[in-house]
């Protein structure tokens, strides 16, 4: 009985490593196996053509967006569509479609009957009759109302000019009380001013700030193109901008590297154009994301830069 027993949990220590397995498995592919992308983009006068294709795991996954073929997102998995926006679209102009014929029955069949003035029978008869009786009861009460709203407004010109001074006393201490709770504003204002300039000049925070800084720069490394290939003709029709336009490119000529030779920019300082190709080709991977990302909300210095920003410690009666 013992040796089943002992068996019977070495079968499931087996399924539990190999879920365990599994699992450890689909996370390292998910954090270390990049996205490769790659972006295709034309312009030459008014026609624009815009490709992006994204790729996982050899292919397993891919994502196709293109523009303006109609624009058209399609998602495959194992090379089988799973989602394309054009049959999307299709499906639903269908549906459309067939409500129509539906919608226009039902108002058709909503329309009200027309009854001939020859066919009315005796009850519409008394019932023409009971209403004007009591049209002739309306006039009456509406007469008997006048006269007592006429009976009625000498005492209201009375209660009128007694209750003036009220109403004029009323609306001034209003307008100070407006005029008090703007003051306070104000004050508030400035006070939320002065606060928040301490907080950020803090020296624990400014050191917070480069380590934030250097991360994301980081993060922005290694999501960057690694191959750019661009002919563009450019100009905003205005020289100077089309001139720190070409200052802003040679600044951040270093971060291209090698990609520099494969970019061809020429400008024009008259005319306001922008047309030409570009081809961009990279990966994402999300390790390097999360890492970043778990480094800066586990700073403290980030954590108290939090609380400081929505004011916990003044809140629990403590100072920053």
């Known amino acids: 009985m013992l040796h089943v027993i002992l068996q019977i949990l070495a079968i499931i220590g087996i399924i539990l490593l190999c879920i365990l397995g599994l699992v450890l498995l689909l996370l390292v592919l998910v954090l270390f196996v990049p996205v490769r992308y790659r972006m295709n983009g034309s312009r030459y006068g008014e026609d624009m053509t815009f490709y992006v294709k994204a790729t996982y795991l050899l292919h397993l996954l891919t994502v196709n967006f293109a523009y303006p073929e109609p624009a058209s997102l ?21 549906d459309a479609s067939s409500d129509l014929p539906k919608q226009e029955a039902d108002v058709g069949s909503d329309e009200p009957k027309k009854v001939h003035a020859s ?6 008869v008394k019932e023409t009759e009971e209403t004007k009786s009591v049209q002739s009861e309306n006039d009456i009460t509406e007469n008997t109302d006048k006269e007592r709203e006429e009976n009625n407004s000498d005492t209201k ?12 006393q009323y609306t001034f201490r209003s307008i100070c009380d407006k ?10 204002i400035f006070a939320n001013i002065s606060y928040y300039k301490e907080v950020l000049c803090k020296i624990e925070n400014q050191r917070m700030y480069v380590r934030v800084k250097n991360r994301v720069i980081k993060v922005l490394k290694s999501i960057r193109p690694r191959t750019i290939k ?15 336009i070409f200052g802003i490119y040679s600044m951040l000529r270093p971060v291209f590297g090698k990609n520099v030779k494969n970019i061809h920019i020429d400008l024009d300082f008259e005319e306001a154009v922008y047309e030409g190709t570009v081809f961009l080709k990279g990966k994402i991977t999300l390790f390097t994301i999360a890492l970043q990302a778990i480094r800066i909300l586990l700073d403290k210095q980030v954590q108290i830069f939090i609380k400081q920003l929505k004011r916990e410690d003044l809140k629990n009666g403590r100072t920053v």
């Open 74 to 94: 399609i998602v495959k998995l194992f090379g089988i569509k799973i989602y394309d926006s054009k049959k999307k679209e299709a499906q639903e102009g269908k």
């Open 119 to 124: 066919e009315k029978t005796p009850d519409t």
């Open 157 to 168: 010109e009375h209660e009128e000019k007694r209750t003036l001074k009220e109403k004029i």
């Open 179 to 188: 005029i008090k709770n703007i003051i306070q504003k104000v004050k508030d």
């Open 230 to 244: 661009a002919d563009v003709r450019l100009g905003t029709g205005s020289p100077d901008t089309t001139a720190y």
